[in-house]
């Protein structure tokens, strides 16, 4: 069994900056994808952003040009720079991981941006 472990979140004020990190429990894991998702009080679960082992990665449109994403794949952690924050930003955000056809989740880390 693999678990994940997010870290970073907290309250902010709009406009700051926000870095998320998520660590996996195993390290001899090649996850193929790993990624960030976020939930809002009575909104469904949505991508933020993911990267693959090769690097490439997938940005939801809204935080394009504002978050970056990147990952050790060695240490088997990924992390979330959040700039520029809004407060419909808030949400708990969610590490995921997938290894063939596994799917990892972290428990989430609440982000709250407060305007």
């Known amino acids: 069994q693999v678990q994940l472990v997010e870290s970073g979140g907290g309250l902010v004020q709009a406009g700051r900056s926000l870095t998320l990190s998520c660590a996996a429990s195993?390290?001899?894991?090649?996850?193929?994808?790993m990624g960030w998702y976020r939930q809002a009080p009575g909104k469904q679960r949505e991508l933020v952003a993911t990267?693959?082992?090769?690097?490439?990665?997938n940005y939801n449109d809204s935080v394009k040009g504002r978050f970056t994403i990147s990952r050790d794949n060695a240490k088997n952690t990924v992390a979330l720079q959040m700039n520029t924050l809004k407060p419909e930003d808030t949400a708990v955000y969610y590490c995921?991981?997938?290894?063939?056809?596994?799917?990892?989740w972290g428990q989430g880390t609440q982000v709250t941006v407060s305007s």
């Open positions: 995921q991981a997938t290894f063939l056809s596994y799917v990892f």
């Open positions: 195993r390290t001899n894991f090649g996850f193929n994808v």
């Open positions: 990267i693959t082992r090769g690097g490439n990665t």
